[in-house]
């Protein structure tokens, strides 16, 4: 098992241009998430998504776009990347909680640049 | 969003020292996670706790849910420089969604030989 991918693992872009940020698990996990991490701030959730073709705005989801067309794969879009944008980006994934079974497993991070 | 409150913000130690870290909310929380991230890793899941009261080992580490339901605690023994990076604790808040989590700002651990 692979466990929980990302590609790429760095990008440096210029304000203003677009990517997208691929998640992958092999895990047949239902839940899917994406974070960012910025020094002082620890994770704070942009988007999730509990199921495939279904996503939900976390707590910072300005500026960022998702889809779930897979349910292996939940993508992560920058329509218009902003020097706010700079950040190390995690994706995570959980079995579905039907009880007490809440852990999320993550992936080793995608370092985005925005100049 | 909600946060936990984690504290130390950071250590410093000796080899050999152990080391306690602690996370407290307002809130209770019906599960508690403890993450350690190594860097430029993601976060590893170290520790589950399901129970108030609850005491769990991994190794040298060992981790408390506590009787509130409004803290955990996380401490490592005979710390060796390995054990540098950030830990994290998350938990699971009764009443909540059942897929979000709330995470601490971390404690980054600093191990001197």
């Known amino acids: 098992n692979a466990g929980v991918t990302q590609t790429p693992k760095f990008r440096v872009l210029k304000t203003g241009q677009s990517m997208t940020l691929l998640c992958a698990q092999d895990m047949n996990h239902e839940y899917m998430y994406w974070y960012r991490q910025d020094p002082g701030m620890g994770l704070r959730l942009i988007h999730y998504s509990v199921g495939e073709g279904t996503t939900a705005k976390g707590e910072v989801p300005d500026g960022y776009n998702v889809s779930r067309l897979k349910k292996q794969n939940f993508l992560l879009g920058l329509e218009s990347a902003a020097p706010s944008q700079t950040s190390v980006y995690f994706c995570a994934s959980s079995p579905p909680s039907g009880g007490i079974y809440n852990e999320q497993f993550f992936g080793p991070g995608t370092r985005l640049t925005v100049l | 969003g909600q946060q936990l409150n984690q504290s130390p913000q950071s250590m410093f130690i000796q080899e050999g020292e152990d080391v306690s870290m602690n996370c407290t909310s307002s809130?209770?929380?019906?599960?508690w996670l403890w993450y350690k991230q190594e860097p430029g890793e993601g976060p590893v899941l170290l520790i589950a706790l399901y129970k108030a009261g609850e005491l769990t080992s991994n190794g040298r580490l060992t981790a408390q849910f506590g009787i509130t339901r409004k803290d955990s605690f996380l401490n490592i023994s005979a710390s060796i420089p390995s054990d540098v990076g950030i830990y994290f604790c998350a938990g699971h808040r009764s009443g909540g969604s059942n897929y979000k989590l709330t995470f601490g700002k971390g404690t980054l651990l600093t191990v001197n030989p």
């Open positions: 809130s209770i929380f019906n599960t």
